[in-house]
């Protein structure tokens, strides 16, 4: 129920076919991943951020998810840094997380990639309208980790972020400009959901499930959304400064996480 609901297209973005073609294929891909979350969460970094063209500024989805993931590893006593961008980082700071400037990709136990461009088969960056990203990215720590063997989330909505390549036929046969912006840089597990920010989300909601405790329970995502509002994120699809996430409204997002908070407490019983 967990998968179905993060997966639900609300917004409409023709990715659909990706959704269900993975799901299909991958039936337990967020018991997977919960598991690996479980499992190596005593140093966790966390990479996010993804700049909108033209004016490069980084939107709403993926800081909110970084930011859950960070306090819940932080809850289980491990301990959890974000790589991302300064506007990003000013917004986290505020929350007490831990920025990553020059990580040491050896120091970690996992990776955990949420809404962050991946290249392309070209070796460039690209939106999910096709348009070039020309910002500093940070999938590098994603494949470096893949290199030395650390384990891998990935954590997208549209193809084109880090993590991506490990379904990079399905988003080449289903997703708009597919070829052209499909990442290549793959991951161990991946988390495929409608909005990033609900795949961490519902990562959170599956491994509270397996681990008895609620991880979720004191999430405040308009607190979240907020915040990253007043700290210049704007929204990836309508490109406008305002606390939403992927052109859907924020009473949408919060329903979404009082329902997986539900649902968790349900199986908890």
């Known amino acids: 129920m967990i998968a179905h609901l993060i997966t639900t297209d609300v917004g409409n973005r023709g990715v659909l076919g990706v959704y269900l073609d993975y799901r299909r294929e991958n039936p337990n891909f967020l018991h997977n991943s919960a598991e690996m979350f479980l499992d190596n969460y005593s140093r966790v970094l966390i990479v996010t951020g993804f700049p909108i063209p033209p004016d490069m500024t980084p939107e709403t989805d993926g800081p909110p998810g970084a930011l859950a993931l960070a306090k819940a590893v932080q809850s289980l006593g491990g301990r959890?840094?974000?790589?991302?961008?300064?506007?990003?980082?000013?917004?986290?700071?505020?929350?007490?997380?831990?920025?990553?400037?020059?990580?040491?990709?050896?120091?970690?136990?996992?990776?955990?990639?949420?809404?962050?461009?991946?290249?392309?088969?070209?070796?460039?960056?690209?939106?999910?309208?096709?348009?070039?990203?020309?910002?500093e990215t940070f999938d590098w720590a994603v494949i470096e980790a893949q290199k030395l063997g650390i384990p891998t989330i990935g954590i997208g909505d549209g193809g084109n972020e880090a993590g991506m390549g490990k379904i990079r036929k399905l988003v080449e046969r289903h997703v708009p400009h597919g070829e052209r912006i499909a990442s290549v840089v793959e991951v161990e597990e991946l988390v495929l959901s409608a909005v990033s920010n609900w795949g961490a989300?519902?990562?959170?909601?599956?491994?509270?499930?397996?681990?008895?405790?609620?991880?979720?329970?004191?999430?405040?995502?308009?607190?979240?959304?907020?915040?990253?509002?007043?700290?210049?994120?704007?929204?990836?699809?309508?490109?406008?400064?305002?606390?939403?996430?992927?052109?859907?409204?924020?009473?949408?997002?919060?329903?979404?996480?009082?329902?997986l908070k539900a649902l968790v407490n349900e199986a908890l019983g």
């Open 201 to 259: 989300y519902g990562l959170l909601a599956e491994a509270s499930v397996e681990l008895g405790r609620n991880l979720l329970a004191d999430w405040d995502e308009e607190k979240a959304v907020k915040a990253m509002m007043n700290a210049g994120l704007i929204d990836g699809v309508s490109k406008k400064l305002a606390p939403t996430v992927d052109g859907i409204p924020l009473e949408v997002h919060r329903g979404i996480v009082e329902l």
């Open 80 to 135: 959890a840094e974000v790589l991302t961008y300064p506007e990003v980082g000013k917004a986290l700071e505020r929350f007490g997380v831990k920025l990553a400037e020059k990580p040491e990709l050896g120091n970690y136990s996992l990776v955990i990639a949420v809404e962050t461009p991946g290249r392309a088969a070209d070796g460039k960056y690209y939106s999910m309208s096709g348009l070039e990203i020309t910002r």
